[in-house]
C-alpha cells in the first residue's frame, strides 16, 4: 500500500476526536499534505531502513548471527545433497528462497515474471525470514503499561507516517510509525520502537472506525493512516522493519514485492557500518537493467547468447547483465543466504562497448565468477591486437569493485595488473580514459612509487606492476590480499621454470586472467602451462596430460600415423579444444574492422645494392658457409653466418662495424667468426667509414629515404612508426631523420620505464612535431597504441611472425583517424625473403601464430633448408612470387578471388589446418590473393608505391576496409 500513496497530494477530512482531547487534536482538520519526508515514502525500499533492535532482548551478536546462518545452510545442504533441492522448503528458517529454477539461469534476459518471481518474492523472504529468526518482538510495545490486562483482541496496530502539528499548506510527512490503539487510547511509537506521541480519552465508537487513509492529530503530531498491522506481524517486530505500511495486510511476500516494486529509483549508497547492519538489505542492482539507453549495433551479441543457449526474447536491448548464478553457484558461493541480485555492466561504459567487447566482458565475468567451470575462475583473453581487451579488464574490474550477484556485494577488492614495463602507464591512461580519475584509484609501480606505499594505503584498489618489478617486489606482493590478477601479454607465462611464472604461481589469488594478442598454441606443453596457470589441476597432472592428449596429438599430426592414430589425435584434440574452449575467448581483427579506416598492408621486395651484393656472395663462399652445408660445425655455427647476413640486409656499415669490433678482440685468433669474415674487408671501399654511411649502399635504407620522402610531400600532417628489431639499424635510421631533417621520438630497451607512455603520448598528440617514431619491437612491439602514426614500416623481420604482426598492429586499432599504410620491406632474393616464406608457411602449416619468444636459436634446420637459406637468388624479381605457383606474368595479377579459398583464422586447437583442401599453406595462398605487380609495372595507382618503384623488384598489396580514397 505505500507504493499506492507514494507520491500524491491528499485531501482528507479527518476525525473529530472527543472533548477530552488537546485543543489542537480537537479541531476538525482539512489535511493537504505531500508524503515525500518518511522513509517509507522516500526510499521505496523498506530494507533501507534503520534496523530494528528489540529493546526487550540484547542485540545478538555477530558470530550468534552467524551460527543461526550456519545452521539453517547446513540444513539446505543436506536437503541439496539428497537432490531436493528443488522441492520447495518450508521451513523459514532455510534458504529455499534462493533456488531459482532452469529460468533462473537464463541469466542476461530475465523478463518480468522472472524478476518477480526470483529477485524480489525470493530475496525479500530471505530477508524477512531471517529477521523473523534473530528478532524477538519488542516487549515494551506488546505489554505497554496498562494494556497487560486487556485481551489482545481490544488492542490494534495501525502502520502510519507522521509529522508535527503545523498550520502549513503544505506538511511533509517526517516518519514512518505504529500507533496502538487500546481502549481508549493511543501510543504512537516511531521504528525503534520509542514512544513519540500519547492520546487518552478518545470515544470507543470513534476508535473503531479508524481506517487506511484517515488523518487525525494525537499529542501534537499528525499522523496518517496506511493499513493494517496483524498482532503477529506487531510482536514479531517485523512491522518496524518495515515502516509498518507493508506488513499488515500483505503477507510477506507481497510486502516484498510491493517494496521491490520499483528498486531503481536510488541506489544503496550505505556506508560501511551501515553496510554491516544491513547485510540483507543491498539488494538493488546499482544499475538499472531494463534500462532502454543504448541500442546494439548489431547481430553478434544476440548470437552469442543463441550460443549460449539462452533466450533472447524479451532481451533488455540497452543494457549488459551478467548471468544469474544458478542453483549450483550459490550453493557454493552464496553461504550467507545473500538475496540475488542482478550485476548490471555500468551503463556509462555500455554506451561506448562494441558488441564483441559485451561479449568479452559477459565471458570474463563468467568465467571469474566460476560460473562457467565448476568453481573455476580463470580465463584467457586471447583477441587479436587491438580489439580492446584493456577496456574488456576495466569493465570488469569496476563492476566486480561495486557489484556482486549475492546482496550486491562488491566480488573484488584489490586487483593486481601485471603488464610489460611499456605499458604500466598506459593501464593507467587506460582507467581514466573510460572511468576517470575519482571511480578507481590507480597505483603504479616504478622507482619512485613502491609497492610499500601501496600495501599501507586503503586508498588504492588496483595495483598496476610490471613483470621485472613483480620479481623485485614479491614479498610485499604476496602480504596483500588480491582478489583479481591480470596478466597482460600474458603469453610469457607459457614456461612453468622460469621465475614470472612461479612468482606469479605463488600468488593465492584464484581469479586469475591472461590476456594474450598472440597465444601460444603450437606448442602443447606451453599451452598446458597457460592453462594451468588460470584454472590450476584443470587438466589433471602434466604427464597425465602428455599420456592423455599431448602425445595422441603429435602422433596424430605426423605423416606416418595411421588412421586409427588420426582419428584418437583428432578426437583428443577436439576434447582438448572443447574443455579449455569455456574458458579460452578469441576474436579476430575483422570484428572491428568497421569501426577502422581502410589498411594497405605492402610487401616491398627492395632490390639490394652493389655492395650489399658483393658481400653477401664473399659471405655465401666463406668457409664458414660452407661448412655449416657439410653439416661440419658446430649447432650454433649458422646462426653466426645468419646474423651476418641478416645485418647486411639492414645495411653493410652494420657488418662492417662488427667486423671490426670482433677484430679489436683479444680471442679474435681462435673465433669462429674469423671463417666467416675472412677477406670480407676487402670487398669495401679501402676508405670504408662506417659513420658516413650512404643510403645507396642498401636497397631497404634507399627504399625507406623516398619512401619518407613522399609521405612527407603528399601528407605531411600524417607521421610514421619505423620498426627494427635491432638498436643498431635503429641508430642508422635515427641518423636518417638527422641528416634529413625529420624530428622523431625513440623507444628501445634503454627507454626508461616512466618515460615510455610519455613518449607515446607526445607522438600520439595532434601537436607533436615528430614525424617519425622509432621503436625497437623487442621494447615496444606488444600493447601500444601508436595511433598518432598512420604508416608503419617494419624495416626488418624477425623468424616469429607473431613479432611482426605485434608490431604492424600497432597503428591500426581503434581511434585512428586515417588510412593506415603499412609496409614490410624485405631485400629482394636474400634471407629475407626466406625467413618470410617460413613465416607464411609456418603460419598456414599451424593456422596460428606462434609464441612471441621463439627466436631462430630455437630452429633447427635441416641441411636442406640451410641450403636455401644460404642461396642469393640474384636474378629473380621476387622469389616468393616465384613460389606461389602463380599462374600471372608478373603483371599487376588482381589477386584470385577470396571467396576460392577458406580463410580461417582460427587460433583455437583443433584438427589440423592440413585437412583443409588447399594442398598449400593457408597463407601462402592468401598472399596469391593479394594484388601483385614488379616495380617497374605501368600503371602503379598507389602514389606511394609509385615513387619508391625505382629501388623495388616486386609488391605485394592487400587492401581491407577500402573505401574510393586512399
Ligand atoms: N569501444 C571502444 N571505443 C573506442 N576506442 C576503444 C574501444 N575499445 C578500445 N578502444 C581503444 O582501442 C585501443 C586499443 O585497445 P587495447 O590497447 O586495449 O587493445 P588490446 O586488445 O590490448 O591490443 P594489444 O593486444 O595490442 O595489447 C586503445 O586506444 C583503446 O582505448
Ligand atoms: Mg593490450
Given at each position: 500500500m505505500l507504493w499506492r500513496w507514494g507520491c500524491r497530494c491528499l485531501l482528507r477530512v479527518v476525525l473529530v476526536p472527543g472533548p477530552s482531547l488537546p485543543s489542537d487534536s480537537r479541531r476538525l482538520i482539512l489535511l493537504n499534505m505531500r508524503r515525500s519526508a518518511a522513509p517509507s515514502q522516500l526510499q521505496g525500499n523498506p530494507f533501507k531502513k534503520p534496523k530494528f533492535i528489540s529493546p526487550a532482548r540484547s542485540h545478538p551478536s555477530p558470530n550468534e548471527e552467524v551460527a543461526k546462518l550456519n545452521s539453517d545452510i547446513k540444513l539446505f545442504e543436506v536437503a541439496a545433497n539428497k537432490n531436493n533441492f528443488l522441492q520447495p522448503q518450508n521451513d523459514p528458517r532455510t534458504c529455499n528462497f534462493n533456488l531459482p529454477t532452469k529460468e533462473c539461469a537464463k541469466g542476461i534476459n530475465h523478463g518480468d515474471n522472472y524478476r518477480e518471481k526470483y529477485c524480489l518474492e525470493a530475496s525479500t523472504k530471505t530477508t524477512l525470514d531471517l529477521h523473523h529468526t534473530v528478532h524477538s518482538a519488542p516487549k515494551e510495545i506488546t505489554v505497554s503499561k496498562g494494556q497487560e490486562e486487556k485481551p489482545d483482541s481490544l488492542v490494534k496496530y495501525f502502520s502510519v507516517v507522521w509529522c508535527k502539528a503545523s498550520k502549513k499548506k503544505h506538511k511533509k510527512w517526517e516518519g514512518d510509525g505504529v500507533l496502538i490503539v487500546k481502549g481508549k487510547s493511543f501510543t504512537l511509537k516511531d521504528l525503534e520502537g520509542k514512544d513519540i506521541g500519547r492520546g487518552t480519552g478518545y470515544k470507543l465508537k470513534e476508535l473503531e472506525k479508524i481506517e487506511e487513509g484517515q488523518t487525525m492529530m494525537i499529542g501534537g503530531k499528525e499522523i496518517e493512516v496506511m493499513g493494517i498491522i496483524s498482532p503477529d506481524d506487531f510482536n514479531s517486530g517485523r512491522c518496524f522493519q518495515f515502516g509498518g505500511g507493508c506488513s499488515a495486510i500483505l503477507s510477506s511476500s507481497q510486502a516484498a514485492k510491493k517494496c521491490f516494486s520499483n528498486p531503481f529509483k536510488s541506489v544503496c549508497k550505505l556506508s560501511s557500518k551501515e553496510n554491516k547492519q544491513n547485510s540483507f538489505q543491498s539488494c538493488k542492482p546499482r544499475h538499472d537493467p531494463y534500462a532502454p539507453r543504448i541500442h546494439l549495433e548489431n547481430e553478434s551479441f544476440f548470437w552469442l547468447l543463441r550460443n549460449l543457449g539462452r533466450s533472447t526474447e524479451n532481451l533488455p536491448p540497452d543494457s549488459l547483465v551478467m548471468l544469474r548464478p544458478d542453483k549450483n553457484h550459490q550453493w557454493l558461493f552464496n553461504k550467507n543466504c545473500f538475496p540475488v541480485v542482478d550485476v548490471v555492466i555500468d551503463p556509462h561504459l555500455v554506451y561506448y562497448l562494441r558488441p564483441h567487447q559485451k561479449e568479452g566482458i559477459t565471458f570474463l565475468y563468467e568465467c571469474v565468477m566460476g560460473m562457467r567451470v565448476n568453481g573455476r575462475c580463470g580465463a584467457i583473453l586471447a583477441d587479436e591486437m587491438g580489439l580492446g581487451k584493456t577496456l574488456q579488464c576495466i569493465s570488469l574490474?569496476?563492476?566486480?569493485?561495486?557489484?556482486?550477484?549475492?546482496?550486491?556485494?562488491?566480488?573484488?577488492?584489490?586487483?593486481?595488473?601485471?603488464?610489460?614495463?611499456?605499458?604500466?602507464?598506459?593501464?593507467?591512461?587506460?582507467?581514466?580514459k573510460w572511468l576517470g580519475i575519482e571511480r578507481i584509484k590507480i597505483f603504479t609501480v616504478d622507482q619512485d612509487?613502491?609497492?610499500?606505499?601501496?600495501?599501507?594505503?586503503?586508498?588504492?584498489?588496483?595495483?598496476?606492476?610490471?613483470?621485472?618489478?613483480?620479481?623485485?617486489?614479491?614479498?610485499?606482493?604476496?602480504?596483500?590480499?588480491?582478489?583479481?590478477?591480470?596478466?597482460?601479454?600474458?603469453?610469457?607465462?607459457?614456461?612453468?621454470?622460469?621465475?614470472?611464472?612461479?612468482?606469479?604461481?605463488?600468488?593465492?589469488?584464484?581469479?586469475?586472467?591472461?590476456?594474450?594478442g598472440t597465444p601460444v598454441q603450437n606448442d602443447l606443453q606451453e599451452f598446458f602451462t597457460l592453462i594451468d596457470f588460470v584454472n590450476p589441476g584443470i587438466l589433471g597432472s602434466l604427464s597425465a596430460y602428455r599420456k592423455i592428449y599431448e602425445e595422441p596429438i603429435i602422433i596424430s599430426r605426423q605423416p606416418s600415423a595411421s588412421e586409427e592414430e588420426r582419428e584418437l589425435g583428432e578426437q583428443r584434440a577436439a576434447e582438448l579444444t572443447c574443455l579449455t574452449g569455456l574458458f579460452i575467448l578469441r576474436r579476430t581483427q575483422e570484428v572491428i574492422n568497421q569501426y577502422l579506416p581502410p589498411k594497405i598492408e605492402n610487401v616491398v621486395f627492395c632490390r639490394p645494392g652493389a655492395l650489399q651484393i658483393a658481400l653477401y656472395r664473399k659471405l655465401l663462399n666463406s668457409q664458414a658457409v660452407r661448412f655449416c652445408l657439410?653439416?661440419?660445425?658446430?649447432?650454433?655455427?649458422?646462426?653466426?653466418?645468419?646474423?651476418?647476413?641478416?645485418?647486411?640486409?639492414?645495411?653493410?656499415?652494420?657488418?662492417?662495424?662488427?667486423?671490426?669490433?670482433?677484430?679489436?678482440?683479444?680471442?679474435?685468433?681462435?673465433?669462429?667468426?674469423?671463417?666467416?669474415?675472412?677477406?670480407?674487408?676487402?670487398?669495401?671501399?679501402?676508405?670504408?667509414?662506417?659513420?658516413?654511411?650512404?643510403?645507396?649502399?642498401?636497397?631497404?635504407?634507399q627504399v625507406l629515404s623516398k619512401l619518407l620522402a613522399v609521405i612527407r610531400e603528399l601528407r605531411p600532417a600524417e607521421k610514421v612508426v619505423l620498426?627494427?628489431?635491432?638498436?643498431?639499424?635503429?641508430?642508422?635510421?635515427?641518423?636518417?631523420?638527422?641528416?634529413?631533417?625529420?624530428?622523431?621520438?625513440?623507444?628501445?630497451?634503454?627507454?626508461?620505464?616512466?618515460?615510455?607512455?610519455?613518449?607515446?603520448?607526445?607522438?600520439?598528440?595532434?601537436?607533436?612535431?615528430?614525424?617519425?617514431?622509432?621503436?625497437?619491437?623487442?621494447?615496444?612491439?606488444?600493447?601500444?597504441n601508436l595511433i598518432g602514426g598512420s604508416h608503419l614500416i617494419l624495416y626488418d623481420i624477425d623468424w616469429n611472425p607473431a613479432t611482426d604482426i605485434q608490431a604492424m598492429s600497432?597503428?591500426?586499432?581503434?581511434?585512428?583517424?586515417?588510412?593506415?599504410?603499412?609496409?614490410?620491406?624485405?631485400?629482394?632474393?636474400?634471407?629475407?625473403?626466406?625467413?618470410?616464406?617460413?613465416?607464411?608457411?609456418?603460419?598456414?602449416?599451424?593456422?596460428?601464430?606462434?609464441?612471441?619468444?621463439?627466436?631462430s636459436d630455437h630452429i633447427q634446420f635441416s641441411v636442406e633448408e640451410l641450403k636455401n637459406l644460404f642461396t642469393l637468388h640474384e636474378s629473380s624479381h621476387c622469389v616468393t612470387h616465384d613460389l606461389l605457383d602463380c599462374e600471372c606474368t608478373g603483371e599487376n595479377h588482381t589477386g584470385d578471388s577470396l571467396e576460392k579459398l577458406p580463410v580461417s583464422r582460427n587460433c583455437q586447437l583443433g584438427p589440423h589446418q592440413q585437412k583443409s583442401d588447399s594442398l598449400k599453406p593457408l597463407s601462402m595462398s592468401q598472399l596469391k590473393q593479394w594484388r601483385h605487380f614488379p616495380g617497374d609495372h605501368l600503371n602503379l595507382t598507389d602514389p606511394f608505391l609509385e615513387r619508391i618503384r625505382e629501388n623495388v623488384s616486386f609488391f605485394f598489396q592487400n587492401i581491407t576496409n577500402q573505401t574510393t580514397a586512399i
Open positions: 574490474i569496476w563492476t566486480l569493485q561495486c557489484q556482486g550477484p549475492y546482496g550486491g556485494k562488491p566480488i573484488v577488492k584489490k586487483t593486481l595488473i601485471v603488464t610489460p614495463g611499456s605499458l604500466v602507464n598506459n593501464w593507467k591512461k587506460e582507467f581514466q612509487h613502491k609497492v610499500e606505499e601501496f600495501t599501507k594505503s586503503p586508498f588504492y584498489s588496483v595495483l598496476i606492476i610490471s613483470y621485472e618489478m613483480l620479481l623485485r617486489s614479491l614479498d610485499q606482493i604476496k602480504n596483500v590480499k588480491f582478489d583479481l590478477l591480470i596478466c597482460d601479454e600474458g603469453h610469457r607465462l607459457k614456461n612453468s621454470t622460469i621465475k614470472t611464472t612461479t612468482a606469479l604461481i605463488s600468488l593465492s589469488c584464484e581469479k586469475r586472467i591472461i590476456l594474450t657439410q653439416g661440419l660445425l658446430e649447432n650454433t655455427s649458422h646462426l653466426i653466418c645468419i646474423g651476418a647476413l641478416k645485418k647486411l640486409c639492414n645495411h653493410p656499415c652494420l657488418l662492417f662495424g662488427s667486423i671490426k669490433e670482433k677484430e679489436s678482440n683479444s680471442t679474435w685468433d681462435e673465433s669462429e667468426e674469423r671463417n666467416l669474415y675472412e677477406g670480407l674487408m676487402n670487398v669495401f671501399p679501402a676508405d670504408y667509414n662506417p659513420i658516413m654511411f650512404t643510403e645507396e649502399e642498401s636497397g631497404k635504407l620498426v627494427s628489431n635491432y638498436t643498431r639499424t635503429l641508430d642508422i635510421l635515427q641518423e636518417v631523420c638527422k641528416r634529413h631533417g625529420y624530428a622523431y621520438t625513440r623507444l628501445d630497451g634503454q627507454t626508461p620505464i616512466s618515460q615510455r607512455q610519455q613518449i607515446v603520448d607526445g607522438f600520439n598528440s595532434k601537436y607533436s612535431s615528430d614525424f617519425i617514431f622509432l621503436l625497437s619491437s623487442k621494447a615496444g612491439g606488444v600493447g601500444l600497432r597503428v591500426w586499432r581503434d581511434g585512428q583517424k586515417h588510412p593506415v599504410h603499412i609496409y614490410r620491406l624485405l631485400t629482394t632474393g636474400t634471407i629475407e625473403e626466406k625467413i618470410y616464406q617460413r613465416q607464411i608457411s609456418k603460419q598456414g602449416l599451424s593456422g596460428a601464430v606462434v609464441d612471441l619468444s621463439k627466436t
